[in-house]
């Protein structure tokens, strides 16, 4: 299981990196990486994934400075961490930052 601190830990002593999947939706909805990083920090686990295959991840809800929700898949990377993907979470995928659409 993920846990925050070590997401935070490997943001903090930059032992992550992003996926070119992660990379290019982070890009496709504007957000730079200080502010994947300040949602990191501000954020929360709203969900546990099992093993798929390429091993445990979650997802990180979090804010910017600016008050920005954003999503956050993070995995385990041999020692360090991998982004799999960002979004803005919008309908109809997401009613609110922490919540599923239907």
Known sequence: MIDME?????????????????????RNDGLTLEEVEQAIFTGRILEQYDDTGRGA??????????????????GRWDEGMVIITVTIPTLPKF???????H
Do not use: M, N
């Not at 991840?57 to 993070?74: D, E, I, M, N, R």
């Open 6 to 26: 070590w997401i935070r830990r490997c943001v903090r002593e930059q032992g992550y990196f992003f996926s070119r999947h992660g990379d290019r939706e982070r």
């Open 95 to 101: 009613k609110t930052p922490f919540e599923r659409g």
């Open 57 to 74: 991840s979650c997802l990180v809800v979090g804010f910017t400075h600016a008050g920005k929700p954003v999503h956050v898949v993070c």
